[in-house]
């Protein structure tokens, strides 16, 4: 059996429909998933809030789902109101499109959100997983960075040592690293890719050994249509530059 891990949807709804897509290729293709986790963020920038809220209910309703929280998600389960977001120590372009996603997202949008948990903890196959947005010891705005050495992770997996998995979203780039006592995984980002270089991805892990395998997922030809809504709803040009470049 497999689970598939996503995270950093981040609003954007055709990179998420992408990815569900890609995964029942797979299961077509023989691989049993039969777990989603999906690590935050949920909503941000992207101009799909609603749309991302609609088909996780829908996902959730036909699947085993895990969802939690994100630093954005986060942002929006703590504003009681439009203006609270305004105090939010942000760039201008990250107010507003969290101030769009708010407004969007309407009271049962929101109320989804301030639902979901800020960590998970569950059991694959035989081994015990923690998984959080940020890092351990600040779920949502820790770091967890790529391409570290060895005692790098073990330092971060050590306080975890009662788990065979830590998971993680918040490198954004995708990591697999064994350590001295459990493995730390990061799927990636499906819906705000870290570099123009680096392509969405997500994970899928098998239960018994824990191998791991990235998997990409492409919506090049989607990216136009996402330009083109984040104009007509009025969002910064600062929101486009990271669609196409992963960053301002």
């Known amino acids: 059996m ?38 935050g963020n949920i909503i941000g920038l992207f101009p799909y809030p609603k749309e991302i809220v609609d088909a996780l209910e829908d996902l959730i309703k036909m699947n085993d789902v895990k969802v939690i929280r994100g630093k954005y998600d986060q942002i929006i389960a703590e504003s009681g109101s439009y203006e609270d977001v305004e105090v939010i120590n942000a760039p201008d372009y990250v107010k507003r499109a969290l101030k769009y996603t708010w407004e969007k997202l309407g009271h049962e949008g929101r109320e989804f959100i301030r639902e979901l948990p800020i960590y998970l903890v569950d059991k694959i196959g035989k081994n015990e997983i923690f998984g959080v947005y940020g890092s351990p010891l600040d779920p949502i705005n820790g770091e967890v960075l790529p391409e570290q050495p060895s005692t790098y992770y073990d330092a971060i997996m050590r306080p975890m040592k009662k788990y065979e998995i830590l998971f993680v979203a918040s490198p954004k780039w995708p990591v697999n690293a064994p350590t001295r006592y459990g493995r730390v995984i990061c799927p990636g980002s499906v819906g705000l890719p870290p570099a123009k270089e680096h392509k969405a991805t997500f994970a899928i892990v098998d239960v018994d050994t824990l191998h791991t395998k990235f998997i990409e997922v492409d919506y090049e030809s989607e990216k136009r249509l996402i330009e083109e809504k984040i104009r007509k709803e009025g969002l910064p040009e600062e929101i486009i530059k990271i669609l196409y470049h992963g960053r301002v």
């Open 2 to 39: 497999y689970v598939a891990v996503l995270a950093n949807i981040n609003g954007n709804f055709p990179a998420l429909m992408k990815a569900l897509g890609k995964i029942e290729e797979l299961k077509e293709d023989g691989y049993d998933i039969e777990k989603y986790y999906i690590m």
